[in-house]
């Protein structure tokens, strides 16, 4: 039973990026607060509450019926690792607080409300999922961590720890 108390507790970082044009932050949860150079992209969950308020006027129809299809499927269907990534992008940008690279801001129902704060900053080159979803959606993969502290590029997904690269004054270090 002390089991119960840490299954599914994720230890890590909340992160506010800024929403470019607009006076809000997205809050993410993450569990590797060492990736944030590698974010290429925001998720956020169908269902989250700044969808409405961020995406633009020419990209709401595709938004809309992506967000009315996604409800009609269960979480399991939602985060299946085999299931194939589906998303939509709301036209938005984000701010990455570390190097204020705008990334823009999408919405995929991998993401799921109920979990942390049902927004991702996506780490391709670290994440399998938001690997899968960047190569379908031609979204940039930037390698930060390597096992060895060489680069291998940025089209390989490195989920275990080793040395920041391409990560600012953290490049170098160990993750």
Not at 57 to 78: G, H, L, P, T
Not at 125 to 133: A, H, I, L, V
Not at 146 to 156: I, Q
Request: aromatic share 10%; glycine share 8%; hydrophobic share 35%.
């Amino acid at each position: 039973h002390m089991q119960r108390n840490w299954i599914g507790k994720s230890v890590g970082a909340k992160i506010q990026f800024s929403i470019v044009g607009h006076n809000e932050d997205i809050e993410i949860f993450t569990t590797r607060p060492d990736t944030i150079f590698g974010a290429t992209y925001i998720v956020l969950a169908p269902e989250h509450h700044l969808v409405d308020k961020v995406v633009v006027e020419q990209n709401r129809n595709d938004v809309n019926q992506y967000v009315y299809f996604s409800n009609k499927k269960s979480e399991i269907e939602r985060t299946a690792i085999d299931k194939e990534k589906t998303g939509v992008f709301t036209g938005a940008y984000a701010k990455n607080p570390l190097n204020n690279k705008e990334i823009p801001i999408w919405i995929a129902d991998y993401v799921i409300i109920s979990y942390g704060t049902g927004s991702i900053m996506a780490v391709p080159s670290g994440d399998r999922r938001d690997f899968e979803f960047a190569k379908k959606y031609e979204l940039p993969i930037l390698e930060v961590v390597s096992p060895d502290g060489k680069l291998h590029g940025n089209d390989c997904c490195y989920t275990g720890s080793g040395i920041s690269v391409n990560s600012g004054e953290y490049s170098g270090k160990t993750t």
